[in-house]
Nanobody, 122 residues
């Protein structure tokens, strides 16, 4: 079956950096767009950004300039590099994959990872 697994979460100090990985199992990522999402308890899930199958990226304003989404199809992996982290970036981060509809860059998504916790705190 199709599966995505996130890793790389942990505790980081404000202003620090970390990189999350999203590894696909059971399929190859080259035709898939991958989105990154985050959700904190009591709040709605929000999108962070995405990368299309041909490498185009989109980032929401709240993280623009601080994150980079990249992909390495040979490793079947998509990365979320986060820099200048803020306490408000604390969340569970999820990756999701899908083959976009003709007029969509990334979504909809049909496979989701289990999430990895990112905590930004001193």
């Amino acid at each position: 079956q199709l599966q995505l697994v996130e890793s790389g979460g942990g505790l980081v100090q404000p202003g620090g950096s970390l990189s999350l990985s999203c590894v696909a199992s059971g399929f190859t990522l080259d035709n898939y767009a991958i989105g990154w999402f985050r959700q904190v308890p009591g709040k709605e899930r929000e999108g962070v950004g995405c990368i299309s199958s041909d490498g185009r990226t989109f980032y929401v304003d709240s993280v623009k300039g601080r994150i980079t989404i990249s992909r390495d199809n040979a490793k079947n992996t998509v990365y979320l590099q986060m820099n200048s982290l803020k306490p408000e970036d604390t969340s569970v981060y999820y990756c999701a994959g899908g083959i976009p509809r003709p007029q969509s860059m990334c979504g909809p998504y049909d496979v989701w990872g289990q999430g990895t916790q990112v905590t930004v705190s001193s």
